[in-house]
């Protein structure tokens, strides 16, 4: 019998404070999180002080990390890479920190009009760079198809994926972003990337719109026949709400104790209806 599903989320979608946070994630049954923001800081930012403070409430309030939500990679192509490097052995400090797996990393915004098979050789240099990284430190890097970043296609998140061709370097899956820039997650970019998913990111959209994001189940997600198709497969990932129901910017969605609460329900309902167990 195919294990439930982890429900996750990030929390700084919720509030800024760690213990609202907490407590809506409590309400909702939810116990581990997506570690990004809290205290109006990104976690990488966060002194050591503040990091033993996180630690041991999470610990005392019986919270698990599932997953570092770093912004490696969000960066311009062009943009100096070594001070992010730094950034990156940051996040992998915290990954061990927290006993978690996985630290969620980009691959790098395009100049707008430039092809992105130009960027490609630089791109692959700076992924190995991380990898290389991660896998000395144990930890495997997750890859989101953001919009506007090398790999916001399935065909080039695949070309990223099977190039570097490394266990430490898999898979967020995404459908609202794939419908933002016209791709069809449920079964166009699933397909090319199925067997490298370790992650979803839950968040829904209309197909060809940007910034109409919604709960699952109330877009083209077909978020339902994803998570399915992935028990199917033995995937023993998270499912993480994302929300952005309020506001989505290029760092940080922001949906609100309401809005996150909302987009819980509305997963839970999807999960419900296709007999999918979750914990």
């Known amino acids: 019998m195919t294990a439930p599903f982890v429900i996750s989320g990030f929390a700084d979608e919720i509030a800024s404070d760690l213990d609202d946070q907490l407590s809506t994630l409590d309400g909702l049954d939810i116990s581990h999180l997506d570690l990004r923001g809290v205290w109006d ?3 990488l930012d966060l002194s050591d002080e503040r990091l033993d ?28 890479f ?16 927290f006993d978690t797996e996985y630290v969620r990393v980009f691959s790098y915004y395009i100049p707008e009009g430039d092809d992105p098979a ?9 992924t190995r760079v991380a990898v290389e990284k991660a896998e000395d430190a144990g930890v495997t890097l997750v890859h989101e198809n953001e ?23 898999r898979a967020v899956f995404d459908p ?5 820039i016209g791709v069809r997650p449920y079964p166009d970019a699933l397909l090319q990337v199925v067997e490298y998913v370790e ?42 709400l994302e929300p952005h ?3 989505a910017g290029s760092a940080y969605g922001y949906s609100g104790p309401e809005g996150f609460e909302a987009a819980a329900e509305a997963l839970k309902g999807v999960l419900d209806d296709g007999g999918v167990s979750y914990e």
């Open 41 to 43: 800081e990104n976690a």
């Open 53 to 80: 403070e996180l630690e041991a409430t999470l610990d005392e309030r019986g919270f698990s990390v599932t997953s570092i939500g770093s912004p490696i990679g969000k960066i311009g192509i062009e943009d100096d």
């Open 82 to 97: 070594e001070p992010h490097v730094e950034r990156l052995e940051r996040a992998l400090e915290l990954a061990n920190r």
């Open 118 to 126: 130009d960027h490609r050789e630089e791109v692959l240099r700076r």
């Open 147 to 169: 919009k506007d970043i090398y790999g916001d296609t399935p065909g080039r998140v695949r070309d990223l994926l099977t190039t570097v061709d490394s266990p430490h370097f």
């Open 176 to 180: 609202a972003n794939f419908l933002e």
């Open 199 to 240: 992650q979803v990111h839950v968040k829904d959209a209309e197909y060809g719109e940007r910034g109409e994001i919604r709960p699952a189940g109330e877009g083209d997600g077909r978020i339902g026949e994803t998570v399915a198709a992935l028990r199917d497969r033995g995937f023993e990932g998270a499912l993480s």
């Open 245 to 247: 129901l309020s506001f």
